[in-house]
Nanobody
Framework: QVQLVESGGGLVQPGGSLRLSCAAS????????MGWYRQVPGAQRELVAD???????NYADSVKGRFFISRDNAKNTVYLQMNSLKPEDTGVFYC???????????????WGQGTQVTVAS
């Protein structure tokens, strides 16, 4: 099976920075995308950023220019560098892995346990 372990959340003042990490272990296939989603109470999880195995990135409009996603394929780890944080960035950040064993097989999805990010004075 697959396990995702997140770290790096916490409390930070507006304008500050945090770096989240998510390490995947288990049966990891090469065709995969890793990403970060944010959830606040009463709302659905929303995409913050994701990155394919080849390094193609995708960002929510609200974080473009402030957040940067990267990955280390050798370590099956994805990072989210969050700069110029705003109170509205507050939420639980979840790591997601989606992967296929081959292009014609169905996609499998896995989630981490979530890490709290709070941006407040």
């Amino acid at each position: 099976q697959v396990q995702l372990v997140e770290s790096g959340g916490g409390l930070v003042q507006p304008g500050g920075s945090l770096r989240l990490s998510c390490a995947a272990s288990g049966n990891i296939w090469t065709i995969n995308t890793m990403g970060w989603y944010r959830q606040v109470p009463g709302a659905q999880r929303e995409l913050v950023a994701d990155i394919t195995g080849r390094g193609r990135t995708n960002y929510a409009d609200s974080v473009k220019g402030r957040f940067f996603i990267s990955r280390d394929n050798a370590k099956n780890t994805v990072y989210l560098q969050m700069n110029s944080l705003k109170p509205e960035d507050t939420g639980v950040f979840y790591c997601k892995l989606e992967q296929q064993s081959s292009p014609w097989n169905p996609t499998s999805y896995y989630w981490g346990q979530g890490t709290q990010v709070t941006v407040a004075s």
